[in-house]
């Protein structure tokens, strides 16, 4: 079902459009109005000249937030930000994690990716988090997560026009070239953090793995994926090591 475009919402007021929503997206919606500030961040902001109704606008960034707490097809996902680009808006999507982000990535999640994409995790009896992530994909399954990367959606940053290194994940890459911001805590911001240090030895051993799961190399490499993460520094230098001496 398309989302609330304004040819079909005409008879209706913003306020009675929300009761259409389920009670978690309302809630969503809520909670980041309050995270960014009431004052700043509008909600059920109708767009007429493209026929669109953001979940939520902050108009200083002209950035379009969009909760998405239920499937959503490739064509409606593409659909939508092509709109807000007409506009110069920036779709950041927000996705409820108990339908995305999940061992089988769903069709409309590579579409969304390419854009400000991340994942919350939402339990109504806790505050919710939002959060990005490292990952490797082989064909529509993910072998591979890293730990969840908070993010700070009060702190957009823009996205610097630089010669990315060799060691660049196709994540990075692909946002890099299809959008205009970044937030504080998200893949982006580590990346740019950790090169401006000389460091980067976490994006390397991801880089071999996104190039194995591409490549489609053996049960070993799903066999080493699932080491405990509490001992990352250690494996990611243990691991590149071994890396290097199969090649």
Same mark, same amino acid.
């Given at each position: 079902?398309?989302?609330?475009?304004?040819?079909?919402?005409? @008879?209706?007021?913003?306020?009675?459009?929300?009761?259409?929503?389920? @009670?978690?997206?309302?809630?969503?919606?809520?909670?980041?109005?309050?995270?960014?500030?009431?004052?700043?961040?509008?909600?059920?902001?109708?767009?007429?000249?493209?026929? %669109?109704?953001?979940?939520?606008?902050?108009?200083?960034?002209?950035?379009?937030?969009?909760?998405?707490?239920?499937?959503?097809?490739?064509?409606?996902?593409?659909?939508?930000?092509?709109?807000?680009?007409?506009?110069?808006?920036?779709?950041?999507?927000?996705?409820?994690?108990?339908?995305?982000?999940?061992?089988?990535?769903?069709?409309?999640?590579?579409?969304?990716?390419?854009?400000?994409?991340?994942?919350?995790?939402?339990?109504?009896?806790?505050?919710?988090?939002?959060?990005?992530?490292?990952?490797?994909?082989?064909?529509? %399954?993910?072998?591979?997560?890293?730990?969840?990367?908070?993010?700070?959606?009060?702190?957009?940053?823009?996205?610097?026009?630089?010669?990315?290194?060799?060691?660049?994940?196709?994540?990075?890459?692909?946002?890099?070239?299809?959008?205009?911001?970044?937030?504080?805590?998200?893949?982006?911001?580590?990346?740019?953090?950790?090169?401006? @240090?000389?460091?980067?030895?976490?994006?390397?051993?991801?880089?071999?793995?996104?190039?194995?799961?591409?490549?489609?190399?053996?049960?070993?490499?799903?066999?080493?994926?699932?080491?405990?993460?509490?001992?990352?520094?250690?494996?990611?230098?243990?691991?590149?090591?071994?890396?290097?001496?199969?090649?």
């Amino acid at each position: 079902m398309s989302h609330f475009e304004l040819e079909s919402a005409s @008879q209706k007021s913003p306020f009675c459009r929300l009761y259409s929503k389920s @009670q978690d997206h309302l809630l969503l919606q809520i909670h980041v109005r309050e995270l960014l500030s009431p004052a700043i961040v509008q909600m059920e902001r109708p767009f007429p000249s493209i026929r %669109r109704i953001a979940d939520l606008f902050w108009e200083e960034h002209k950035i379009a937030f969009e909760i998405q707490c239920s499937p959503i097809s490739p064509l409606e996902a593409t659909t939508r930000k092509a709109d807000y680009q007409k506009l110069g808006i920036e779709v950041v999507w927000l996705l409820d994690d108990r339908i995305f982000n999940r061992h089988h990535v769903r069709p409309a999640e590579e579409a969304m990716r390419k854009s400000p994409c991340y994942f919350f995790s939402f339990h109504r009896s806790k505050t919710p988090f939002f959060y990005d992530q490292l990952e490797a994909l082989s064909g529509q %399954r993910r072998i591979k997560t890293g730990s969840p990367l908070r993010i700070d959606l009060r702190a957009p940053c823009p996205i610097p026009s630089i010669e990315w290194p060799p060691h660049s994940l196709s994540q990075i890459l692909t946002k890099a070239s299809h959008s205009r911001i970044y937030f504080q805590g998200d893949l982006l911001h580590r990346f740019l953090h950790q090169s401006a @240090q000389g460091g980067g030895i976490e994006f390397r051993l991801w880089k071999r793995l996104e190039t194995a799961a591409k490549t489609k190399k053996p049960a070993w490499l799903q066999l080493l994926c699932r080491f405990n993460n509490s001992i990352r520094r250690l494996y990611f230098k243990a691991l590149e090591a071994f890396l290097e001496f199969c090649e």
